[in-house]
Antibody, heavy 123, light 108 residues
Framework: QMQLQESGPGLVKPSETLSLTCTVS??????????WAWIRQAPGKGLEWIGS???????YYNPSLRSRLTISVDTSKNQFSLRLNSVTAADAALYYC???????????????WGQGILVAVSS | EIVLTQSPGTLSLSPGERPTLSCRAS???????LAWFQQKPGQAPRLLIY???TRATGIPDRFSGSGSGTDFTLTISRLEPEDFAVYYC?????????FGQGTKVERK
């Protein structure tokens, strides 16, 4: 079974760039044929899909974040990453990476999740 | 985007009871691509149901999903102590994928 682990800074200053990485173990981000995803949850709030990436670089972004967002795959480290520019307090959240249930299928629920990484936005 | 509205916001119940959770979509969910998740404090969401009614691997059969189009339901036939949690529905039939705001099932 694959395992996912988020990493990155727990604190980002307003207007700066948030960069997070999801390390995948038990499978290859390159050959597993999944639409790897990022999802976030603001404190005390619900869940928001951020975007998904399919190797090598097919991306699907939430329109609400598209102008500030880049999701990419790094096969050398078996990771996929998120970069969110110009962050504000509204971007403070618990960020999860996730793997869908079905291979090669964009339209799939999320089966495996990382434990999440809490990101605060403050100067 | 498709807005999912869950009701009620909170259910206060005792073990052994039979909760019914509702998820209503603002437009038809394509192919009934509707999932249910359970989330406990400090944990990631856990996939319970997908395709509106298919249980995910390892999910007890006391959990069942039903519905189609815009109205979906999650039922727990007999509430166990470990079932007290927040439950979310999610549609994955049309991007952006969206989640409901959650229903909290709490112990009375």
């Amino acid at each position: 079974q694959m395992q996912l682990q988020e990493s990155g800074p727990g604190l980002v200053k307003p207007s700066e760039t948030l960069s997070l990485t999801c390390t995948v173990s038990g499978g290859s981000v390159r050959t597993s044929n999944y639409y790897w995803a990022w999802i976030r949850q603001a404190p005390g709030k619900g869940l928001e899909w951020i975007g998904s990436v399919y190797y090598p670089a097919n991306t699907y972004y939430n329109p609400s974040l598209r102008s500030r967002l880049t999701i990419s795959v790094d096969t050398s480290k078996n990771q996929f990453s998120l970069r969110l520019n110009s962050v504000t307090a509204a971007d403070a959240a618990l960020y999860y990476c996730a793997r869908p249930l079905l291979k090669m299928e964009l339209f799939s629920p999320f089966e495996d999740w990382g434990q999440g990484i809490l990101v605060a936005v403050s100067s | 985007e498709i807005v999912l509205t869950q009701s009620p916001g909170t259910l206060s119940l005792s073990p052994g009871e039979r909760p019914t959770l509702s998820c209503r979509a603002s437009q038809t969910v394509n192919s009934n691509y509707l999932a249910w998740f359970q989330q406990k404090p400090g944990q990631a969401p856990r996939l319970l149901i997908y395709g509106a009614s298919t249980r995910a691997t390892g999910i007890p059969d006391r959990f069942s999903g039903s519905g189609s189009g815009t109205d979906f339901t999650l039922t727990i036939s007999r509430l166990e102590p470990e079932d007290f949690a927040v439950y979310y529905c999610q549609q994955y039939g049309k991007t952006p994928w969206t989640f409901g705001q959650g229903t909290k099932v709490e112990r009375k």
